[in-house]
Protein backbone atom coordinates (compact mmCIF):
# COMPACT_ATOMS: atom_id res chain seq x y z
CA UNK A 1 0.00 0.00 0.00
CA UNK A 2 1.79 3.43 -0.85
CA UNK A 3 0.24 6.77 -0.47
CA UNK A 4 1.51 9.91 -2.21
CA UNK A 5 0.54 13.60 -2.95
CA UNK A 6 1.74 16.73 -4.67
CA UNK A 7 2.04 18.59 -1.71
CA UNK A 8 4.59 15.37 -0.32
CA UNK A 9 1.71 15.37 3.27
CA UNK A 10 0.38 11.96 2.68
CA UNK A 11 0.25 9.53 5.01
CA UNK A 12 -1.77 5.78 6.12
CA UNK A 13 -3.20 5.28 9.05
CA UNK A 14 -3.93 1.72 10.17
CA UNK A 15 -7.17 1.81 12.57
CA UNK A 16 -8.53 -1.72 11.92
CA UNK A 17 -6.79 -4.87 12.79
CA UNK A 18 -4.88 -7.04 10.42
CA UNK A 19 -4.68 -10.25 11.11
CA UNK A 20 -3.04 -13.04 8.23
CA UNK A 21 -4.97 -16.06 8.58
CA UNK A 22 -4.09 -18.65 5.63
CA UNK A 23 -1.67 -18.80 3.13
CA UNK A 24 2.07 -19.47 2.52
CA UNK A 25 4.43 -16.80 3.68
CA UNK A 26 3.76 -12.97 2.81
CA UNK A 27 4.48 -9.73 3.51
CA UNK A 28 2.80 -5.89 4.14
CA UNK A 29 4.45 -3.33 3.13
CA UNK A 30 3.02 0.46 4.03
CA UNK A 31 4.35 3.34 2.46
CA UNK A 32 3.51 7.24 2.84
CA UNK A 33 5.67 10.50 1.63
CA UNK A 34 4.64 11.50 5.47
CA UNK A 35 3.67 9.28 8.53
CA UNK A 36 2.80 5.33 8.60
CA UNK A 37 0.80 5.29 11.50
CA UNK A 38 -0.75 1.65 13.06
CA UNK A 39 -3.59 2.10 15.78
CA UNK A 40 -4.19 -1.36 16.20
CA UNK A 41 -2.51 -5.28 15.97
CA UNK A 42 -1.07 -6.59 12.28
CA UNK A 43 -0.89 -10.42 13.66
CA UNK A 44 0.02 -13.32 11.49
CA UNK A 45 -1.87 -16.97 12.56
CA UNK A 46 -1.03 -18.99 9.52
CA UNK A 47 3.21 -18.87 8.80
CA UNK A 48 5.27 -15.64 8.42
CA UNK A 49 4.32 -12.08 7.65
CA UNK A 50 6.87 -9.51 6.97
CA UNK A 51 6.11 -6.24 7.59
CA UNK A 52 7.45 -2.83 6.35
CA UNK A 53 6.72 0.14 7.65
CA UNK A 54 8.04 2.89 5.29
CA UNK A 55 7.32 6.53 5.73
CA UNK A 56 8.98 9.67 4.39
CA UNK A 57 9.84 8.12 1.27
CA UNK A 58 10.12 11.85 -0.13
CA UNK A 59 13.15 11.87 2.06
CA UNK A 60 12.47 15.28 3.38
CA UNK A 61 13.20 13.96 7.08
CA UNK A 62 9.75 14.82 7.60
CA UNK A 63 7.06 11.90 8.75
CA UNK A 64 8.11 9.16 10.95
CA UNK A 65 6.68 5.48 11.97
CA UNK A 66 4.07 5.67 14.48
CA UNK A 67 3.14 2.54 16.48
CA UNK A 68 0.55 2.09 18.99
CA UNK A 69 -0.44 -0.93 18.83
CA UNK A 70 1.11 -4.86 19.34
CA UNK A 71 2.74 -6.51 16.30
CA UNK A 72 3.01 -10.89 15.96
CA UNK A 73 4.77 -11.72 12.86
CA UNK A 74 5.00 -15.54 13.34
CA UNK A 75 8.23 -16.28 12.07
CA UNK A 76 8.28 -12.60 9.55
CA UNK A 77 10.59 -9.75 10.14
CA UNK A 78 9.84 -6.52 10.95
CA UNK A 79 11.39 -3.36 9.73
CA UNK A 80 10.87 0.26 9.76
CA UNK A 81 12.58 3.24 8.54
CA UNK A 82 12.02 6.31 6.71
CA UNK A 83 13.52 8.19 3.72
CA UNK A 84 14.46 7.43 -0.09
CA UNK A 85 14.72 4.01 0.74
CA UNK A 86 13.37 2.20 4.04
CA UNK A 87 17.17 1.94 5.23
CA UNK A 88 18.15 5.22 5.38
CA UNK A 89 16.64 5.84 8.78
CA UNK A 90 16.52 9.92 8.06
CA UNK A 91 13.66 10.13 11.06
CA UNK A 92 12.75 6.78 12.81
CA UNK A 93 9.75 4.87 14.94
CA UNK A 94 7.88 6.04 17.96
CA UNK A 95 6.22 3.36 19.76
CA UNK A 96 3.20 4.55 21.67
CA UNK A 97 1.35 4.01 24.84
CA UNK A 98 -0.56 0.79 22.98
CA UNK A 99 2.57 -0.93 21.93
CA UNK A 100 3.82 -3.45 24.34
CA UNK A 101 5.42 -5.97 22.42
CA UNK A 102 7.10 -6.57 18.93
CA UNK A 103 7.21 -10.49 18.91
CA UNK A 104 8.70 -12.03 15.64
CA UNK A 105 8.96 -15.88 16.44
CA UNK A 106 12.51 -16.12 14.80
CA UNK A 107 12.72 -12.72 12.28
CA UNK A 108 14.45 -9.99 12.18
CA UNK A 109 13.75 -6.67 13.29
CA UNK A 110 15.54 -3.44 11.94
CA UNK A 111 14.72 -0.56 13.20
CA UNK A 112 16.41 2.48 10.82
CA UNK A 113 16.65 5.61 12.25
CA UNK A 114 15.73 6.62 15.88
CA UNK A 115 14.01 5.15 18.32
CA UNK A 116 11.52 6.94 21.35
CA UNK A 117 9.57 4.90 23.41
CA UNK A 118 6.56 6.52 25.12
CA UNK A 119 5.05 3.24 26.57
CA UNK A 120 4.48 4.20 30.26
CA UNK A 121 5.63 0.80 31.05
CA UNK A 122 7.90 -1.39 29.41
CA UNK A 123 8.24 -2.13 25.40
CA UNK A 124 9.27 -5.69 24.55
CA UNK A 125 11.31 -6.43 21.15
CA UNK A 126 11.10 -10.26 21.39
CA UNK A 127 12.76 -12.07 18.00
CA UNK A 128 13.73 -15.21 20.01
CA UNK A 129 12.23 -18.62 18.03
CA UNK A 130 11.89 -22.12 18.50
CA UNK A 131 14.47 -23.01 15.53
CA UNK A 132 16.37 -20.09 15.21
CA UNK A 133 16.34 -16.65 16.57
CA UNK A 134 16.50 -13.34 14.34
CA UNK A 135 18.61 -10.26 15.13
CA UNK A 136 17.45 -7.06 16.43
CA UNK A 137 19.20 -3.73 14.92
CA UNK A 138 18.67 -0.09 15.47
CA UNK A 139 20.79 2.18 13.04
CA UNK A 140 20.05 5.39 15.16
CA UNK A 141 19.48 6.30 18.84
CA UNK A 142 17.14 4.78 21.43
CA UNK A 143 15.37 7.40 24.20
CA UNK A 144 11.89 7.73 25.62
CA UNK A 145 9.31 10.16 24.30
CA UNK A 146 6.52 12.81 26.20
CA UNK A 147 3.52 13.62 24.90
CA UNK A 148 2.31 16.29 22.64
CA UNK A 149 -1.09 18.25 22.56
CA UNK A 150 -2.17 21.22 20.28
CA UNK A 151 -4.10 24.12 21.85
CA UNK A 152 -5.62 26.55 18.95
CA UNK A 153 -6.02 29.77 20.62
CA UNK A 154 -6.55 33.03 19.00
CA UNK A 155 -5.13 36.19 19.59
CA UNK A 156 -2.22 34.97 22.07
CA UNK A 157 0.81 36.54 22.53
CA UNK A 158 4.42 34.13 23.17
CA UNK A 159 4.61 35.22 26.39
CA UNK A 160 0.77 34.42 27.22
CA UNK A 161 1.31 31.36 25.15
CA UNK A 162 4.27 30.35 27.61
CA UNK A 163 2.19 30.84 31.00
CA UNK A 164 -0.80 28.73 29.90
CA UNK A 165 0.89 26.01 28.34
CA UNK A 166 3.25 25.36 31.93
CA UNK A 167 -0.28 26.25 34.09
CA UNK A 168 0.33 25.10 37.74
CA UNK A 169 3.70 22.85 37.08
CA UNK A 170 6.77 23.29 37.72
CA UNK A 171 7.36 23.41 33.63
CA UNK A 172 10.84 21.74 33.68
CA UNK A 173 12.10 18.34 34.33
CA UNK A 174 9.64 16.74 36.90
CA UNK A 175 6.65 14.13 35.34
CA UNK A 176 3.67 15.68 34.55
CA UNK A 177 5.21 19.37 33.93
CA UNK A 178 3.78 21.03 30.70
CA UNK A 179 5.42 23.26 28.55
CA UNK A 180 5.75 25.10 25.17
CA UNK A 181 7.30 21.48 23.64
CA UNK A 182 10.84 21.72 22.63
CA UNK A 183 12.48 19.60 19.22
CA UNK A 184 15.02 18.40 19.96
CA UNK A 185 15.45 15.50 17.01
CA UNK A 186 14.23 14.60 13.24
CA UNK A 187 11.59 11.64 15.12
CA UNK A 188 10.43 14.35 18.33
CA UNK A 189 9.69 16.94 15.07
CA UNK A 190 7.85 14.29 13.12
CA UNK A 191 5.74 13.40 16.43
CA UNK A 192 4.87 16.75 16.98
CA UNK A 193 3.76 17.47 13.55
CA UNK A 194 2.12 14.21 13.54
CA UNK A 195 -0.04 16.26 16.53
CA UNK A 196 -0.31 19.35 14.57
CA UNK A 197 -2.17 17.40 11.55
CA UNK A 198 -5.02 19.73 9.78
CA UNK A 199 -3.90 22.63 11.53
CA UNK A 200 -3.24 25.79 8.78
CA UNK A 201 -2.05 27.73 10.94
CA UNK A 202 1.65 28.53 12.72
CA UNK A 203 1.94 27.20 16.36
CA UNK A 204 4.15 28.43 18.84
CA UNK A 205 7.07 26.48 20.25
CA UNK A 206 9.31 27.22 23.10
CA UNK A 207 12.13 28.63 21.20
CA UNK A 208 13.20 32.37 21.52
CA UNK A 209 15.35 34.45 19.06
CA UNK A 210 17.62 36.94 20.56
CA UNK A 211 17.33 40.28 19.05
CA UNK A 212 20.36 42.46 17.09
CA UNK A 213 20.45 46.25 17.06
CA UNK A 214 20.32 47.23 13.91
CA UNK A 215 17.33 44.33 13.38
CA UNK A 216 19.75 42.11 10.60
CA UNK A 217 19.57 38.68 9.94
CA UNK A 218 22.99 37.41 10.69
CA UNK A 219 24.73 36.65 14.01
CA UNK A 220 21.47 35.49 15.87
CA UNK A 221 21.06 32.94 17.99
CA UNK A 222 18.02 30.87 19.06
CA UNK A 223 17.13 29.02 22.09
CA UNK A 224 14.78 26.35 23.83
CA UNK A 225 13.71 28.36 27.11
CA UNK A 226 11.40 25.81 28.07
CA UNK A 227 11.29 22.75 29.55
CA UNK A 228 14.26 20.75 30.74
CA UNK A 229 16.15 22.61 28.20
CA UNK A 230 15.74 25.59 30.28
CA UNK A 231 17.45 24.04 33.28
CA UNK A 232 20.20 21.89 31.40
CA UNK A 233 24.16 22.28 32.27
CA UNK A 234 25.48 24.78 30.01
CA UNK A 235 22.15 26.73 29.59
CA UNK A 236 22.44 30.46 28.11
CA UNK A 237 20.84 33.53 29.35
CA UNK A 238 19.00 35.58 26.42
CA UNK A 239 16.90 38.86 27.16
CA UNK A 240 13.99 38.97 24.39
CA UNK A 241 11.37 42.04 24.66
CA UNK A 242 12.56 42.80 27.73
CA UNK A 243 12.24 39.34 29.01
CA UNK A 244 15.06 37.28 30.62
CA UNK A 245 15.00 33.75 29.98
CA UNK A 246 17.62 30.70 29.54
CA UNK A 247 17.86 28.04 27.52
CA UNK A 248 19.87 25.77 25.21
CA UNK A 249 21.58 26.98 22.21
CA UNK A 250 20.22 24.88 18.87
CA UNK A 251 20.48 27.60 16.15
CA UNK A 252 23.03 30.69 15.47
CA UNK A 253 22.70 32.51 12.02
CA UNK A 254 26.01 33.63 10.96
CA UNK A 255 27.22 36.75 11.45
CA UNK A 256 26.90 38.45 7.10
CA UNK A 257 23.79 35.90 6.79
CA UNK A 258 21.46 37.60 4.00
CA UNK A 259 17.81 37.02 3.77
CA UNK A 260 17.24 35.37 0.14
CA UNK A 261 14.36 37.07 -1.36
CA UNK A 262 13.84 34.02 -3.58
CA UNK A 263 13.25 31.65 -0.48
CA UNK A 264 14.61 29.12 -2.31
CA UNK A 265 17.40 28.48 0.86
CA UNK A 266 17.73 28.86 4.49
CA UNK A 267 19.21 31.39 6.06
CA UNK A 268 23.00 30.16 6.79
CA UNK A 269 24.08 29.41 10.05
CA UNK A 270 25.59 26.45 12.46
CA UNK A 271 23.05 23.83 13.83
CA UNK A 272 24.20 23.22 17.41
CA UNK A 273 21.23 20.88 18.22
CA UNK A 274 18.64 19.99 15.64
CA UNK A 275 16.63 22.64 13.17
CA UNK A 276 14.14 22.40 10.58
CA UNK A 277 13.49 26.08 9.12
CA UNK A 278 11.07 26.88 6.02
CA UNK A 279 13.52 27.69 3.12
CA UNK A 280 14.36 31.56 3.85
CA UNK A 281 14.21 31.16 7.77
CA UNK A 282 14.63 32.23 9.81
CA UNK A 283 15.00 35.75 8.10
CA UNK A 284 14.09 38.53 11.58
CA UNK A 285 11.40 40.01 8.82
CA UNK A 286 13.72 40.55 6.07
CA UNK A 287 16.44 41.91 7.83
CA UNK A 288 18.04 45.62 6.95
CA UNK A 289 16.84 44.66 3.48
CA UNK A 290 13.09 45.54 3.97
CA UNK A 291 13.37 48.35 6.48
CA UNK A 292 10.49 50.09 4.05
CA UNK A 293 8.11 46.65 5.77
CA UNK A 294 4.95 48.19 7.67
CA UNK A 295 6.00 45.73 10.71
CA UNK A 296 10.21 46.17 10.11
CA UNK A 297 10.32 47.90 13.83
CA UNK A 298 9.17 44.23 15.40
CA UNK A 299 11.45 41.70 15.16
CA UNK A 300 10.83 37.98 14.85
CA UNK A 301 11.93 36.73 18.49
CA UNK A 302 10.18 33.54 18.55
CA UNK A 303 9.62 29.68 17.02
CA UNK A 304 6.72 28.65 15.56
CA UNK A 305 5.65 25.05 13.68
CA UNK A 306 3.76 24.16 10.84
CA UNK A 307 4.82 26.77 7.83
CA UNK A 308 3.39 25.85 4.56
CA UNK A 309 2.71 22.19 3.73
CA UNK A 310 6.20 20.61 5.14
CA UNK A 311 5.13 21.99 8.07
CA UNK A 312 8.05 23.79 8.73
CA UNK A 313 9.91 26.33 11.34
CA UNK A 314 9.40 30.07 11.13
CA UNK A 315 10.96 33.14 13.17
CA UNK A 316 7.96 35.01 14.25
CA UNK A 317 6.63 38.22 16.29
CA UNK A 318 3.58 38.78 18.48
CA UNK A 319 2.33 41.38 15.57
CA UNK A 320 1.65 37.76 13.33
CA UNK A 321 -1.03 36.71 16.19
CA UNK A 322 -3.86 39.73 15.27
CA UNK A 323 -3.03 39.03 11.85
CA UNK A 324 -3.59 35.42 11.66
CA UNK A 325 -0.70 33.97 10.94
CA UNK A 326 -0.13 32.12 14.40
CA UNK A 327 -3.23 30.39 16.11
CA UNK A 328 -2.24 28.93 19.44
CA UNK A 329 0.42 26.76 20.68
CA UNK A 330 1.65 23.33 21.53
CA UNK A 331 2.12 21.88 24.85
CA UNK A 332 4.48 19.12 25.89
CA UNK A 333 4.02 16.95 28.85
CA UNK A 334 7.36 14.85 30.60
CA UNK A 335 6.23 11.30 30.49
CA UNK A 336 7.35 9.23 33.07
CA UNK A 337 11.21 7.38 31.40
CA UNK A 338 10.15 4.06 29.80
CA UNK A 339 11.27 0.42 29.76
CA UNK A 340 12.84 -1.52 27.13
CA UNK A 341 13.49 -5.10 26.58
CA UNK A 342 15.33 -6.90 23.87
CA UNK A 343 14.87 -10.46 23.98
CA UNK A 344 16.85 -12.07 20.80
CA UNK A 345 17.66 -15.40 21.68
CA UNK A 346 20.51 -16.42 19.79
CA UNK A 347 20.36 -13.56 17.72
CA UNK A 348 22.93 -10.40 17.47
CA UNK A 349 21.82 -6.88 19.17
CA UNK A 350 22.81 -3.77 17.70
CA UNK A 351 22.43 0.25 18.77
CA UNK A 352 24.59 1.91 16.53
CA UNK A 353 23.86 4.95 18.61
CA UNK A 354 23.01 6.21 21.89
CA UNK A 355 20.72 4.62 24.46
CA UNK A 356 18.57 7.25 26.53
CA UNK A 357 19.98 9.99 24.51
CA UNK A 358 17.44 12.53 24.52
CA UNK A 359 15.84 11.50 27.29
CA UNK A 360 16.59 8.55 29.27
CA UNK A 361 14.78 5.44 29.55
CA UNK A 362 13.44 4.40 32.73
CA UNK A 363 15.42 0.85 32.72
CA UNK A 364 16.85 -1.37 29.69
CA UNK A 365 17.34 -4.72 29.54
CA UNK A 366 19.15 -6.96 26.95
CA UNK A 367 18.97 -11.15 27.25
CA UNK A 368 20.54 -13.33 24.28
CA UNK A 369 23.66 -15.58 23.77
CA UNK A 370 24.89 -13.71 20.65
CA UNK A 371 27.01 -10.44 20.15
CA UNK A 372 25.60 -7.14 21.71
CA UNK A 373 27.10 -3.82 20.28
CA UNK A 374 26.19 -0.37 21.73
CA UNK A 375 28.00 2.30 19.70
CA UNK A 376 27.12 5.36 22.15
CA UNK A 377 26.10 5.90 25.54
CA UNK A 378 23.71 4.44 28.02
CA UNK A 379 21.83 6.71 30.25
CA UNK A 380 18.91 4.88 32.57
CA UNK A 381 17.49 6.73 35.18
CA UNK A 382 14.66 5.87 37.86
CA UNK A 383 11.58 7.37 37.44
CA UNK A 384 7.82 6.46 39.42
CA UNK A 385 8.46 2.85 39.65
CA UNK A 386 11.24 2.26 37.37
CA UNK A 387 14.38 0.70 38.92
CA UNK A 388 17.41 2.50 36.85
CA UNK A 389 19.37 -0.45 36.34
CA UNK A 390 20.74 -1.75 33.03
CA UNK A 391 21.02 -5.52 32.49
CA UNK A 392 23.00 -7.53 29.25
CA UNK A 393 22.64 -10.77 29.99
CA UNK A 394 24.29 -12.27 27.05
CA UNK A 395 26.32 -14.97 26.28
CA UNK A 396 28.49 -13.44 23.10
CA UNK A 397 30.63 -10.36 23.31
CA UNK A 398 29.92 -6.97 25.07
CA UNK A 399 31.07 -3.82 23.55
CA UNK A 400 29.80 -0.32 24.17
CA UNK A 401 31.26 2.46 22.76
CA UNK A 402 30.04 5.22 24.83
CA UNK A 403 29.55 6.29 28.51
CA UNK A 404 27.33 3.77 30.75
CA UNK A 405 25.20 6.34 33.33
CA UNK A 406 22.62 4.30 35.21
CA UNK A 407 20.56 5.62 38.59
CA UNK A 408 20.01 1.91 39.42
CA UNK A 409 22.57 -0.80 38.94
CA UNK A 410 24.90 -2.07 35.68
CA UNK A 411 24.91 -5.47 34.92
CA UNK A 412 26.45 -8.01 32.05
CA UNK A 413 26.40 -11.66 32.56
CA UNK A 414 25.55 -13.43 35.74
CA UNK A 415 27.40 -14.92 38.60
CA UNK A 416 25.68 -18.05 38.37
CA UNK A 417 23.93 -18.63 35.07
CA UNK A 418 25.31 -16.73 31.60
CA UNK A 419 28.61 -15.42 31.57
CA UNK A 420 29.69 -12.71 27.97
CA UNK A 421 32.57 -13.91 26.06
CA UNK A 422 34.71 -10.69 26.54
CA UNK A 423 33.62 -7.30 27.61
CA UNK A 424 34.93 -4.12 26.36
CA UNK A 425 33.72 -0.64 28.43
CA UNK A 426 35.64 1.98 25.57
CA UNK A 427 34.29 5.29 28.01
CA UNK A 428 33.77 4.96 31.91
CA UNK A 429 31.10 3.90 33.72
CA UNK A 430 29.01 5.58 36.31
CA UNK A 431 26.10 3.89 38.75
CA UNK A 432 23.94 4.64 41.73
CA UNK A 433 24.19 1.01 42.37
CA UNK A 434 26.24 -2.01 41.75
CA UNK A 435 28.32 -2.09 38.99
CA UNK A 436 29.17 -6.28 37.95
CA UNK A 437 30.66 -7.67 35.18
CA UNK A 438 30.82 -11.29 34.68
CA UNK A 439 32.48 -13.05 31.64
CA UNK A 440 34.10 -16.24 30.14
CA UNK A 441 36.94 -14.33 28.63
CA UNK A 442 38.37 -10.34 28.62
CA UNK A 443 37.39 -7.58 30.60
CA UNK A 444 38.41 -4.17 29.70
CA UNK A 445 37.11 -1.10 31.07
CA UNK A 446 38.00 2.86 30.93
CA UNK A 447 36.79 3.74 34.71
CA UNK A 448 34.13 2.97 36.70
CA UNK A 449 32.06 5.32 39.69
CA UNK A 450 29.82 3.42 41.31
CA UNK A 451 27.69 4.11 44.29
CA UNK A 452 27.52 0.52 45.65
CA UNK A 453 29.96 -2.79 45.10
CA UNK A 454 31.92 -3.44 41.40
CA UNK A 455 32.55 -6.84 40.78
CA UNK A 456 34.46 -7.56 37.93
CA UNK A 457 34.79 -11.43 36.99
CA UNK A 458 36.92 -13.47 34.33
CA UNK A 459 37.20 -17.13 32.89
CA UNK A 460 35.27 -18.59 36.05
CA UNK A 461 37.36 -16.62 38.76
CA UNK A 462 35.45 -17.09 41.77
CA UNK A 463 36.24 -16.20 45.60
CA UNK A 464 33.04 -17.67 47.74
CA UNK A 465 31.52 -20.81 48.30
CA UNK A 466 34.98 -22.64 48.89
CA UNK A 467 35.09 -23.20 44.79
CA UNK A 468 38.85 -23.40 43.61
CA UNK A 469 40.05 -20.48 41.67
CA UNK A 470 43.09 -22.83 40.28
CA UNK A 471 46.00 -21.70 38.38
CA UNK A 472 45.68 -21.65 35.08
CA UNK A 473 47.24 -20.07 31.55
CA UNK A 474 44.13 -18.90 30.13
CA UNK A 475 44.07 -15.42 28.53
CA UNK A 476 40.88 -14.26 30.62
CA UNK A 477 42.42 -10.66 31.18
CA UNK A 478 41.07 -7.70 33.47
CA UNK A 479 42.28 -4.80 32.22
CA UNK A 480 41.79 -1.30 34.38
CA UNK A 481 42.51 1.46 31.84
CA UNK A 482 40.81 4.02 33.82
CA UNK A 483 40.64 3.91 37.94
CA UNK A 484 37.53 2.48 40.11
CA UNK A 485 35.78 3.97 42.85
CA UNK A 486 33.07 2.15 45.10
CA UNK A 487 31.06 3.71 47.49
CA UNK A 488 30.73 1.19 49.62
CA UNK A 489 31.53 0.53 52.98
CA UNK A 490 31.93 -2.98 52.99
CA UNK A 491 34.97 -5.67 52.50
CA UNK A 492 34.33 -6.68 49.50
CA UNK A 493 33.36 -3.21 48.31
CA UNK A 494 35.28 -3.60 44.93
CA UNK A 495 36.16 -7.30 43.88
CA UNK A 496 38.28 -8.58 40.69
CA UNK A 497 39.02 -12.25 39.97
CA UNK A 498 40.07 -13.89 37.02
CA UNK A 499 42.00 -17.27 36.61
CA UNK A 500 43.89 -15.30 34.00
CA UNK A 501 45.81 -11.97 34.18
CA UNK A 502 45.28 -8.64 35.65
CA UNK A 503 46.61 -5.22 34.71
CA UNK A 504 46.45 -2.25 35.94
CA UNK A 505 47.24 0.33 33.26
CA UNK A 506 45.86 3.68 35.14
CA UNK A 507 48.27 6.38 36.05
CA UNK A 508 48.62 9.03 38.22
CA UNK A 509 49.23 12.87 37.24
CA UNK A 510 49.56 15.71 39.04
CA UNK A 511 45.92 16.51 39.74
CA UNK A 512 45.21 13.03 40.36
CA UNK A 513 47.18 11.42 42.92
CA UNK A 514 44.60 8.43 44.21
CA UNK A 515 44.87 5.18 43.95
CA UNK A 516 43.69 3.01 41.29
CA UNK A 517 40.85 1.57 43.05
CA UNK A 518 39.39 3.50 46.10
CA UNK A 519 36.19 2.78 47.87
CA UNK A 520 33.94 4.43 51.04
CA UNK A 521 35.33 4.99 54.44
CA UNK A 522 35.90 1.34 56.20
CA UNK A 523 35.65 -0.63 52.70
CA UNK A 524 38.29 -2.32 51.04
CA UNK A 525 38.88 -4.14 47.47
CA UNK A 526 40.50 -8.02 46.55
CA UNK A 527 42.19 -8.98 43.37
CA UNK A 528 42.17 -12.43 42.77
CA UNK A 529 44.28 -14.09 39.94
CA UNK A 530 46.18 -17.01 38.95
CA UNK A 531 49.93 -15.37 39.37
CA UNK A 532 51.30 -12.42 39.75
CA UNK A 533 54.35 -13.16 37.11
CA UNK A 534 51.25 -12.55 34.17
CA UNK A 535 49.68 -9.83 36.04
CA UNK A 536 50.80 -5.95 35.74
CA UNK A 537 50.44 -4.19 38.99
CA UNK A 538 51.16 -0.02 38.04
CA UNK A 539 52.75 1.91 40.81
CA UNK A 540 49.04 2.92 42.39
CA UNK A 541 47.97 -0.22 43.95
CA UNK A 542 49.27 -0.96 47.14
CA UNK A 543 47.18 -3.10 49.16
CA UNK A 544 49.20 -2.47 52.10
CA UNK A 545 49.34 -5.89 53.57
CA UNK A 546 50.59 -9.41 52.71
CA UNK A 547 49.70 -11.34 50.09
CA UNK A 548 47.63 -14.75 49.84
CA UNK A 549 49.57 -17.47 48.01
CA UNK A 550 48.12 -21.16 46.71
CA UNK A 551 44.23 -19.70 47.51
CA UNK A 552 42.07 -22.66 47.45
CA UNK A 553 38.68 -20.84 47.76
CA UNK A 554 38.85 -21.62 51.73
CA UNK A 555 41.88 -19.81 53.30
CA UNK A 556 41.73 -18.31 56.09
CA UNK A 557 44.31 -15.74 55.74
CA UNK A 558 41.68 -13.66 53.39
CA UNK A 559 41.63 -10.74 55.52
CA UNK A 560 37.78 -9.36 55.62
CA UNK A 561 38.70 -5.85 56.22
CA UNK A 562 41.95 -5.00 54.78
CA UNK A 563 43.13 -4.13 50.65
CA UNK A 564 45.04 -7.76 49.60
CA UNK A 565 45.71 -9.25 46.42
CA UNK A 566 45.13 -13.55 46.49
CA UNK A 567 46.60 -15.39 44.32
CA UNK A 568 46.36 -19.59 43.24
CA UNK A 569 49.82 -19.76 42.44
CA UNK A 570 52.12 -21.37 44.76
CA UNK A 571 55.85 -20.01 44.94
CA UNK A 572 58.48 -22.43 45.96
CA UNK A 573 61.87 -21.60 47.73
CA UNK A 574 64.64 -23.78 47.45
CA UNK A 575 68.12 -23.28 49.24
CA UNK A 576 71.05 -25.34 48.35
CA UNK A 577 74.06 -25.89 50.67
CA UNK A 578 77.22 -26.28 48.66
CA UNK A 579 79.29 -27.73 51.87
CA UNK A 580 79.97 -24.86 53.52
CA UNK A 581 80.30 -24.40 57.86
CA UNK A 582 79.53 -21.87 59.92
CA UNK A 583 79.08 -22.32 63.71
CA UNK A 584 78.18 -18.80 64.33
CA UNK A 585 76.93 -15.58 62.98
CA UNK A 586 74.52 -14.69 60.37
CA UNK A 587 74.29 -17.15 57.34
CA UNK A 588 74.80 -15.25 54.27
CA UNK A 589 73.49 -16.20 50.52
CA UNK A 590 76.43 -16.59 48.75
CA UNK A 591 78.84 -17.49 51.74
CA UNK A 592 78.68 -20.97 50.23
CA UNK A 593 74.83 -21.18 50.26
CA UNK A 594 72.37 -20.13 47.49
CA UNK A 595 68.83 -19.98 47.23
Do not use: C
Amino acid sequence: VEAQDTNAVSSIVVNSAINKTAGNDASLTLTAQRDVVVNAKITSGANALDINLHADSDGDSLGAEVVNADTETNGGSFNAGSGTNISDGTVGTYFGTGASSILTNGGAVNLYGDVAVGSASNLEINTKGTDKSGDITVTGNVYSANSYNVVEEKNLTWEEAKLAAQGTTGGTTAVGDKYLATITTALENSIVNASTSGKSEELFVGGVGSQTSDHSVGGRSFYWVTGPESAAKGAESVTVNGNTYTGTKFYETDAKATYDKNMKTEVSGTTTGYSNWHTGEPNNHGGTDYKDKTDYKTQQTYVAVGYGPASKWDDVANTEVTDGSVEGYIVETNQENSGLTLNAGSGTVTISGNVGSSKALGSFNINNTGYVTIGGNITVTDMAGKTGDAVINSAGNVTIGGTVNTAGSFTIGSADDQKAKTVTLDKGVVTGGDASVYTTGNITTNGVDAGGKITLVSKGGTYTGGRTLSESTDTGTITLNGKLHSGSTDADAVIIATKGSFVNKTKNTETDTTAAITTGTGGSWKIYSATPYSDTFGTNLNSGTYAVWHYDGTSDAVQKDSNQYIFAYQPTLTITANDATQHSGTISVGNGISA
